[in-house]
């Protein structure tokens, strides 16, 4: 016998409740410090702030490093401690590598990868053509139209490391992603897809990293969601990880076939969700579990 979709809902919320889950847990006797500083080698972080105007389900917005342990928020503060910074030395090298028919490097065209700064602040964006872009496909144009070098999967190593290197360039700037104009209508579909319940356990990002974040879920707490941090390095995966790989995962985790990294939806899913940030200073790289 099928289950109706309201009934699926119901039990996957009471799940949810079953973990400690009770609602956000910005009331008395939360155990995480919202007021708690982040300084990056001596760079100080924006990790709260007042939620966008265009975001109604939130007053506040917070980095995902205030809902962390302080084994891994340490982790964070001191490059030399952070496993990501790794990849960005290798993303430093692949820069000045050269590759392709052309016989030229990313710094061929555009010098030393300082000049990459703000970049990964309004990431992604909708280009000359309407397209809305994420980070890799800019990397990818350079490559292929630029370099005559063949273009990288999105989860390949040399692509992951890469953003990294471009993102650390912005860190402390403020996310400022455009939500209006020629954006308008990709924000509008990634909203949609942040609320719409995916898989058999009838779950959206929402039911997460709106209504539950700061409560425990399992041994560790649930963020608001925000991308702030990414590329970032999870701890349980122990590598660097793309935005829309974990939103790949997440969707993943509803029992529900998932958008791959690259499409239409996970584009407009990553412009909704980097909106959500408005604001927040870009870490790049964090750690998280």
């Excluded at 919320?13 to 300084?39: E, Y």
């Excluded at 300082?114 to 280009?127: D, F, L």
């Excluded at 402390?172 to 209508?185: F, Q, W």
Aim: hydrophobic share 35%.
């Amino acid at each position: 016998m099928k289950l109706r979709k309201t009934t699926v809902a119901a039990l996957a919320l009471a799940g949810l409740a079953g973990l400690g889950l009770a609602g956000p847990a910005s009331a008395a006797g939360q155990d995480w410090n919202p007021d708690a500083k982040l300084v990056i080698d001596g760079m100080a972080m924006t990790t709260k702030a007042p939620a966008p105007a265009n975001i109604p389900g939130l007053k506040t917005i917070y980095s995902g490093w205030l809902f962390r342990d302080p084994t891994t928020q340490t982790m964070e503060e001191d490059d030399f401690s952070n496993p990501g910074m790794t990849a960005v030395d290798e993303g430093d090298k692949l820069w000045n590598t050269v590759d392709g028919t052309a016989g030229k490097s990313c710094a061929s065209c555009h010098n030393g990868i300082e000049s990459m700064k703000g970049v990964r602040a309004t990431m992604p964006k909708v280009n000359k053509a309407g397209q809305l872009w994420s980070m890799e496909d800019y990397i990818n144009d350079c490559r292929t139209n630029r370099m005559g070098a063949k273009a990288w999967g999105w989860k390949d190593n040399k692509m992951v490391v890469m953003t990294a290197a471009i993102s650390v360039q912005s860190r402390g700037m403020p996310v400022n992603v455009k939500t209006d104009g020629a954006a308008k209508p990709f924000w509008e579909e990634g909203e949609k897809l942040y609320y719409t319940r995916f898989g058999s356990l009838q779950l959206s990002c929402a039911n997460c990293h709106e209504d539950h974040f700061g409560d425990h879920i399992r041994g560790d707490h649930l963020s608001q969601g925000q991308i702030n941090g990414f590329p970032t390095y999870r701890l349980s995966a122990a590598r660097l990880v793309s935005t829309q790989e974990r939103f790949y995962g997440c969707i993943r985790d509803t029992r529900a076939e998932s958008f791959q990294p690259g499409s239409p939806e996970l584009h407009a899913l990553e412009l909704y969700v980097a909106s959500r940030g408005n604001g927040l200073s870009v870490e790049g790289v964090a750690v998280r579990p």
